[in-house]
């Protein structure tokens, strides 16, 4: 046995609250003509039911590119216009009523309109709510950060997208390489180094050991896809081969730790370990984006629930408790590099005040231990409802899930790799499964590629509701014609 495979072998399985997934045991083929029908009426219902977002939207086109603020927005027919949310509910401009599992692409899960947060918010609000000078919430909230992550020192950002452009600047100012290893199939914000291979279409591709690196839209240099390479997640032999290839030009890799915008693809056991390794014996820098994970998945996010730390971790989303901002974690080394501004992490609204108020709320006084548990112990039990669904009606679907995230996947073959997700999952099931939801009072991402995201503030009622429309879907799609 080679040195890899015994490293392989010895490495224990992920701490805490492990990622789940059940394959359905048998199955039966899905009518595609029936899917279609059941689309066509679907599809029909929703422009009915959300007639004002309709009109929203044409008012929105006018003044907004696609009539969108963000691309992600962007939807078929149009985007349900949301009103107002309130714990586990959103309301849309129809009057309509949701659960919402969507969660604002996983932020909410402290719930809509916590009042926890409403209340640190508020009274942030009346104290003055930006100064571009330090406050003392953003040392509360990064001495809770080092806390639940182990790095020993964070700097703050507005989003996702600034949080990975500095892990960048850091892996770079570190190395003195220009070279960005990313996976293929990850998408961690919209800024130039990794807007590479984020959804590469098959023909473009290439081999899988070394696949073509493909720009995600215009406007970049066009030097940047030669900087960016990407390498398939869940194989340490390929990214050992590249490390090899490119000795001496390679900055640093980022990964997200259990893939999460293509469904939730969770880390073989080991991989992590071995991806550690070889940072550490190749010299780059280990970025992990968290984006997604942070706080999600358990209070110290991937890095706790599989035991693997990394030099950079990035955050956003979920720990600022609704409110837009992010965090850079990174070792005392690269924090030298920071702190005489050898590497410029700056931002008028960093650590901005009414943020940062959020933020502790939510980490402080929201998400505790408590917390956890019992987003923990509804995850298994909505998965348990959807595990139940699929093997009675031998729907071709599994689930797969950590945390607080979780999400049926339309394919009876485990994913592994964004390729897997290209050729393995039923892409019209998919939409069909949102469409029912959305209909029925169950808000969801739209698309084929993201999960669901609990706030503390479900109910069991709440995960019923989703089983239920569930199994009102898996009965529709299996029944004889
Ligand atoms: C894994 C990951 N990284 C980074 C980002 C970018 O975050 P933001 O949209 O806050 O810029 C996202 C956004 O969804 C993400 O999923």
Redesign the pocket.
């Given at each position: 046995m080679g040195r890899r495979e015994q490293t392989r072998d010895n490495r224990t399985a992920p701490r805490g609250s492990v990622a789940r997934m059940s394959i359905a045991p048998d199955e039966t083929a899905v009518d595609a003509a029936r899917v279609a029908a059941l689309t066509a009426v679907e599809k029909a219902k929703l422009v009915e039911r959300t007639r004002r977002s309709g009109e929203y939207f044409a008012r929105a086109g006018a003044v907004m590119p696609g009539g969108v603020p963000s691309q992600f927005q962007k939807n078929d027919p149009w985007p349900v216009y949301v009103e107002r949310g309130e714990g586990s509910r959103v309301w849309d401009v129809d009057g309509n009523e949701y659960v919402d599992f969507h969660n604002g692409?996983g932020v909410m899960c402290v719930g809509h309109a916590n009042p926890v947060i409403a209340a640190a918010v508020k009274e942030r609000m009346d104290a003055g709510t930006h100064f571009a000078a330090p406050t003392e919430g953003s040392i509360a909230v990064a001495e809770e950060l080092v806390r639940r992550w182990g790095l020993p020192h964070w700097r703050f950002t507005n989003?996702?997208?600034?949080s990975?452009m500095d892990a960048v600047h850091l892996a770079r100012a570190a190395t003195g390489n220009d070279v960005i290893l990313k996976i293929e199939g990850?998408?961690?914000?919209?800024h130039d180094a990794v807007m590479v291979s984020v959804k590469p279409p098959a023909e473009l591709m290439g081999d899988r050991e070394r696949p073509n690196a493909v720009p995600y839209g215009l406007g970049y240099p066009s030097t940047t896809a030669a900087q960016t390479k990407p390498v398939p997640f869940n194989d340490p032999d390929a990214l050992e081969r590249t490390l090899v290839e490119l000795r001496g030009q390679v900055a640093g890799l980022i990964l997200?730790p259990a893939m999460?915008?293509i469904n939730i693809v969770p880390p073989l056991s080991g991989y992590l370990d071995r991806v550690r390794e070889l940072a550490s014996e190749h010299g780059i820098v280990l970025i992990f984006?968290e984006?997604?994970t942070g706080a999600a998945v358990a209070a110290g996010g991937a890095t706790e629930l599989f035991g693997v730390t990394p030099d950079v971790v990035?955050l956003?989303?979920a720990i600022c408790g609704g409110l837009p901002g992010?965090a850079v974690g990174m070792t005392e080394q690269l924090g030298a590099l920071v702190a005489d501004g050898r590497v410029r992490q700056q931002g008028t609204f960093n650590g901005n005040p009414l943020v940062m108020a959020a933020a502790q709320a939510a980490l402080l006084e929201v998400l505790t231990p408590a917390a956890y548990d019992r987003l923990h112990a509804a995850n298994a039990a909505l998965m348990a409802g959807c595990d139940r669904v699929i093997a009675q009606y031998g729907l071709p679907a599994h689930t797969v899930g950590m945390g607080s995230k979780g999400c049926v996947v339309m394919a009876t073959e485990p994913i592994r790799e964004y390729r897997d997700y290209l050729t393995r999952i039923h892409h019209p099931l998919t939409e069909l499964a949102w469409l029912y939801h959305m209909n029925r009072g169950v808000f969801m991402t739209p698309g084929i590629d993201e999960e669901w995201t609990l706030s503390v503030l479900h109910t069991r009622d709440d995960l019923r509701r989703y089983v239920e429309v569930f199994e009102a879907f898996a009965r529709d799609v299996t029944a004889a014609a």
């Amino acid at each position: 046995m080679g040195r890899r495979e015994q490293t392989r072998d010895n490495r224990t399985a992920p701490r805490g609250s492990v990622a789940r997934m059940s394959i359905a045991p048998d199955e039966t083929a899905v009518d595609a003509a029936r899917v279609a029908a059941l689309t066509a009426v679907e599809k029909a219902k929703l422009v009915e039911r959300t007639r004002r977002s309709g009109e929203y939207f044409a008012r929105a086109g006018a003044v907004m590119p696609g009539g969108v603020p963000s691309q992600f927005q962007k939807n078929d027919p149009w985007p349900v216009y949301v009103e107002r949310g309130e714990g586990s509910r959103v309301w849309d401009v129809d009057g309509n009523e949701y659960v919402d599992f969507h969660n604002g692409f996983g932020v909410m899960c402290v719930g809509h309109a916590n009042p926890v947060i409403a209340a640190a918010v508020k009274e942030r609000m009346d104290a003055g709510t930006h100064f571009a000078a330090p406050t003392e919430g953003s040392i509360a909230v990064a001495e809770e950060l080092v806390r639940r992550w182990g790095l020993p020192h964070w700097r703050f950002t507005n989003s996702g997208t600034e949080s990975t452009m500095d892990a960048v600047h850091l892996a770079r100012a570190a190395t003195g390489n220009d070279v960005i290893l990313k996976i293929e199939g990850s998408y961690h914000g919209h800024h130039d180094a990794v807007m590479v291979s984020v959804k590469p279409p098959a023909e473009l591709m290439g081999d899988r050991e070394r696949p073509n690196a493909v720009p995600y839209g215009l406007g970049y240099p066009s030097t940047t896809a030669a900087q960016t390479k990407p390498v398939p997640f869940n194989d340490p032999d390929a990214l050992e081969r590249t490390l090899v290839e490119l000795r001496g030009q390679v900055a640093g890799l980022i990964l997200e730790p259990a893939m999460m915008n293509i469904n939730i693809v969770p880390p073989l056991s080991g991989y992590l370990d071995r991806v550690r390794e070889l940072a550490s014996e190749h010299g780059i820098v280990l970025i992990f984006d968290e984006v997604k994970t942070g706080a999600a998945v358990a209070a110290g996010g991937a890095t706790e629930l599989f035991g693997v730390t990394p030099d950079v971790v990035c955050l956003a989303k979920a720990i600022c408790g609704g409110l837009p901002g992010g965090a850079v974690g990174m070792t005392e080394q690269l924090g030298a590099l920071v702190a005489d501004g050898r590497v410029r992490q700056q931002g008028t609204f960093n650590g901005n005040p009414l943020v940062m108020a959020a933020a502790q709320a939510a980490l402080l006084e929201v998400l505790t231990p408590a917390a956890y548990d019992r987003l923990h112990a509804a995850n298994a039990a909505l998965m348990a409802g959807c595990d139940r669904v699929i093997a009675q009606y031998g729907l071709p679907a599994h689930t797969v899930g950590m945390g607080s995230k979780g999400c049926v996947v339309m394919a009876t073959e485990p994913i592994r790799e964004y390729r897997d997700y290209l050729t393995r999952i039923h892409h019209p099931l998919t939409e069909l499964a949102w469409l029912y939801h959305m209909n029925r009072g169950v808000f969801m991402t739209p698309g084929i590629d993201e999960e669901w995201t609990l706030s503390v503030l479900h109910t069991r009622d709440d995960l019923r509701r989703y089983v239920e429309v569930f199994e009102a879907f898996a009965r529709d799609v299996t029944a004889a014609a």
